[in-house]
């Protein structure tokens, strides 16, 4: 199929997990728009993700709503089967699904840390294998893309800065970090590219009150030094070039996309 420069990702089949907000759901939107089928994941709000998948379908684009709860093995296997029985073949898996559980160290419960572990890594692994074991099935096709199959796991800015009060977060996500990278090294030579995005302080649900609470909202813009938080678009047109051929030669980075958040702000004025 010859590239598109309008529509990026034409003919391909998407699965982007915790798609129905946020900025799974900015990234479902976006490739849709690039040409995609997309497969939208929801855990708990299947309102939400309909939404989506009729507003996505009446712009004449494809899509189809898949519960599945990450972190649940059966589930995850039985959600890749829906999407392989309606869309014959996966291209690109978005694993995005993440929750927070924030508590300081001493009063943070074992719950806390294995369900923040469980979604946010293990969900990671086990969607991310099943996309695998169907790239290796599939083979390269290249009237589809240049790859046999493309992974993007979504990670944060706390994969390289540490976070006190948000231990089980933090080590959730360099956690995954580790795992992109050993998966991109074992794959690649069969055509799979792995990448990773690090959003830094996205507008999203999960953080609604540092943007609503005025105070919190300028503390939080001191460490951006690019001056203005995060939209899920931002990360949308970045998942976009990833996942598409003008991306084929990057295997096993992380793109940060976090309007200079990782480059230490504090220390400015201390250099």
């Not at 990026?8 to 990234?27: D, F």
């Not at 508590?103 to 419960?109: D, H, K, L, V």
């Not at 360099?174 to 990448?195: D, F, P, W, Y």
């Not at 830094?200 to 001191?222: C, F, K, V």
Request: proline share 5%; aromatic share 6%.
């Amino acid at each position: 199929m010859p590239y598109d420069p309008v529509r990026p990702l034409r003919g391909q089949k998407a699965l982007v997990t915790g798609g129905s907000s946020g900025i799974g759901e900015g990234i479902a939107r976006a490739f849709a728009a690039a040409g995609a089928a997309v497969g939208v994941n929801y855990h708990s709000h299947p309102e939400a993700a309909e939404r989506i998948v009729t507003e996505i379908r009446s712009s004449g684009g494809e899509a189809l709503a898949l519960k599945a709860d990450v972190a649940n093995e059966v589930e995850v296997q039985a959600m890749f089967a829906v999407l392989l029985e309606t869309f014959g073949r996966i291209d690109i898996l978005i694993a995005n699904s993440g929750i927070q559980k924030d508590a300081s160290f001493p009063e943070m419960s074992q719950d806390q840390w294995r369900r923040v572990l469980d979604v946010n890594l293990t969900g990671q692994f086990l969607c991310a294998r099943e996309a695998v074991r169907r790239f290796l099935t599939q083979g390269i096709d290249p009237s589809v893309s240049r790859a046999a199959g493309k992974i993007i796991c979504m990670s944060s800015v706390h994969e390289v800065i540490p976070w006190a009060g948000h231990v089980n977060y933090a080590a959730s996500k360099g956690g995954v970090m580790m795992m992109m990278k050993s998966l991109a090294q074992e794959t690649a030579e069969h055509g799979i590219r792995v990448n990773g995005i690090a959003p830094g302080a996205i507008r999203t649900p999960i953080n609604q009150e540092a943007w609503e609470m005025p105070e919190a909202e300028r503390r939080l813009l001191e460490l951006i030094p690019y001056g203005r938080g995060g939209e899920p678009e931002d990360v949308a047109n970045a998942a976009v070039w990833l996942a598409s051929d003008n991306a084929d030669y990057v295997v096993g980075t992380t793109l940060f996309i976090d309007g200079g958040m990782t480059l230490y702000p504090g220390f400015r004025d201390n250099g």
